[in-house]
């Protein structure tokens, strides 16, 4: 079975400051992984993925992230925060011993406050 | 494209009534997902489709609990009866290249 986990469920940076959100996955076969961005009463919206090529993997919105597997992390990073980055990130991952990747497996998020 | 299109944005019903929960998916996007969103369960998926067929429907919490897609363009998640447990807010995805694409949400409060 596959699982995700976000450390900290609260972040808080200065405006300018790097970024960093916490991600490990657990998975028994050879995952994608996903950074989805939640705003305020609207759906998620999709960041970045992973699925197998570069390691390091660049988004929208100046977001990147890098897959380590001996870690088996793939933390989210943007060198310097936006007001507008306040939103809440959820990051997750997919996988299926059966070849399929149907099904993502999300964390509990974090929410990432933005302060002058 | 328009997006993933949910109706409606807000429904507030009392315990015991019936609640159709509506989705338009992408078009062209062969895959449909349900999902449910709570404090505190977090976001969990409930059902997904393939060509309008149900592949795997064991996130759905409880007999109360249906979803239909009579066809590619529209689903119905229908809760009967209703309790205060199922206000959460619920969103339909669709899935195309990979990645999937959601609407904004119904919010749904049972009272």
């Known amino acids: 079975a596959q699982s995700v986990t976000q450390l900290g469920s609260h972040v808080s940076v200065s405006e300018g400051a790097l970024v960093l959100l916490r991600c490990n996955y657990s998975?028994?076969?050879?995952?994608?992984l996903f950074w989805y961005v939640q705003y305020p009463n609207q759906g998620l919206q999709l960041l970045l993925k992973?699925?197998?090529?570069?390691?390091l993997v660049k988004g929208i919105n100046g977001f990147e992230a890098e897959f380590k597997k001996s870690e088996t992390s793939f933390h989210l990073t943007k060198p310097s925060a936006h007001m507008s980055d306040a939103a809440e990130y959820f990051c997750?991952?997919?996988?299926?011993?059966?070849?399929?990747?149907?099904?993502?497996?999300f964390g509990a998020g974090t929410r990432l406050a933005v302060h002058p | 494209d328009a997006g993933v299109i949910q109706s409606p944005r807000h429904e507030v019903t009392e315990m015991g009534q019936e609640v159709t929960l509506r989705c338009k998916p992408i078009s062209g996007h062969d895959y449909l997902f349900w999902y449910r969103q709570t404090m505190m369960r977090g976001l969990e998926l409930l059902i997904y489709f393939n060509n309008n067929v149900p592949i795997d429907d064991s996130g759905m919490p409880e007999d109360r609990f249906s979803a239909k897609m009579p066809n590619a363009s529209f689903s119905t998640l229908k809760i009967q009866p209703s309790e205060p447990r199922d206000s959460a807010v619920y969103f339909c995805?669709?899935?195309?290249?990979?990645?999937?694409?959601f609407g904004a949400g119904t919010r749904l409060s049972v009272l």
């Open positions: 992973y699925t197998s090529a570069a390691t």
């Open positions: 997750a991952v997919s996988a299926s011993v059966s070849g399929g990747y149907n099904k993502l497996i």
């Open positions: 995805a669709s899935r195309a290249g990979g990645i999937q694409y």
């Open positions: 998975s028994s076969v050879p995952p994608y």
